[in-house]
């Protein structure tokens, strides 16, 4: 079992930064591919970035591109979400994920197998 626990959630200002942090503890999290969804209020949980197991390819949502940057330290047993430039509609709770078995279809939810609490972050205009 992997367990995941996100920090770094918070309220900004439209145009600030913040960093998440998703701890992993159980196993380590090396060979999983890692991501960040989340989710506004009355919507789906939708695909922000995703980091593969090599660390060095990443995938993001195209509302994020530019703005954000995954990355992970394998040392640590940790995966970060740089988010720059912040806008009203990044307000939602965000989520880590972790898929033991890292496919094509990294943008659909079904594919992680495990998930964080969530962390909420909040925009203003």
């Known amino acids: 079992q992997v367990q995941l626990v996100e920090s770094g959630g918070g309220l900004v200002q439209a145009g600030g930064s913040l960093r998440l942090s998703c701890a992993a503890s159980?196993?380590?999290?090396?060979?999983?591919?890692m991501a960040w969804f989340r989710q506004a209020p009355g919507k789906e949980r939708e695909f922000v970035a995703t980091?593969?197991?090599?660390?060095?390819?990443?995938y993001y949502a195209d509302s994020v591109k530019g703005r954000f940057t995954i990355s992970r330290d394998n040392a640590k047993n940790t995966v970060y979400l740089q988010m720059n430039s912040l806008k009203p509609e990044d307000t939602a709770v965000y989520y880590c994920?972790?898929?033991?078995?890292?496919?094509?279809?990294?943008?659909?939810?079904?594919?992680?197998?495990?998930w964080g609490q969530g962390t909420q972050v909040t925009v203003s205009s």
């Open positions: 980091i593969r197991v090599s660390g060095t390819v990443t």
């Open positions: 159980g196993r380590t999290v090396g060979y999983y591919a």
């Open positions: 994920a972790a898929d033991r078995y890292p496919s094509s279809g990294y943008q659909a939810s079904a594919a992680y197998d495990y």
